[in-house]
């Protein structure tokens, strides 16, 4: 059996790598209330989907910003778009999924705007190709709860997202409109 010491050592170095607190080591994603969607456009008609599984690491602290971090995780198998999209979208051409099953954001640094808005950067990994990230954010928070929202752009070729006669941008447009709503407990008061 393991000791006490040797699962608070553990628990501990889980802690230091993810760069969390005591404080902020309570701050859980509530996934029934979050959402990830996106609108990518297929011959100029606007196509919205979604992702159904993520998770989120956080310690995110309004009075501490330069010792917050947000580790994000995206299961890019639980793509849901329609029918023929969710056979074709995991295939190499597009996700490839067996290879790559898991898209990543960790955030870097994190800048208070006012009102509840902040500006999230890091590095967005999808597909083996990492770029730089700047997520805009706002924080609302109600009965407990603290919903970060926002939405952003990227350039799904910059992630090799749609290659072979996928590149071809007339027929699938360049950017792709990504959209979040991460409902959080724990989160400290603003």
């Known amino acids: ?3 006490r010491r040797t699962v608070l050592s553990a628990v501990a170095l889980s802690a230091a790598v993810w760069g969390l ?5 309570g701050q859980t994603l509530v996934p029934a209330q979050s959402e990830v969607t996106f609108v990518a456009k297929q011959l100029g008609v606007p196509l919205q989907g979604r992702f159904k599984r993520f998770q989120a690491q956080v310690a995110f602290d309004p009075k501490a910003l330069a010792t917050s971090k947000i ?3 995206l299961d890019l198998g639980s ?7 969710d056979a074709e979208l995991p295939k190499a051409e597009w996700f490839n999924v067996p290879k790559f099953p898991k898209a990543t954001f960790q955030s ?7 009102g509840g808005k902040f500006q999230v950067r890091g590095k967005l990994a999808i597909k083996g190709q990492a770029r730089d990230l700047v997520v805009p954010v706002t924080l609302t928070q109600a009965k407990g709860l603290s919903t970060a929202s926002g939405a952003f752009t990227l350039k799904r070729l910059d ?11 007339s027929i699938v447009a360049n950017d792709v409109q990504v959209q979040f709503k991460l409902v959080l407990q724990g989160v ?3």
């Not at 870097?108 to 006012?114: E, K, P, T």
């Open 1 to 3: 059996m393991f000791s």
């Open 79 to 85: 793509v849901s778009l329609n029918a023929d999209a």
């Open 159 to 169: 992630y090799r997202i749609g290659e072979g006669d996928w590149t071809d941008t």
């Open 71 to 73: 580790a994000f995780e």
């Open 188 to 190: 400290p008061a603003l």
């Open 21 to 25: 607190s005591a404080h902020a080591a």
């Open 108 to 114: 870097s640094a994190i800048q208070a705007l006012g």
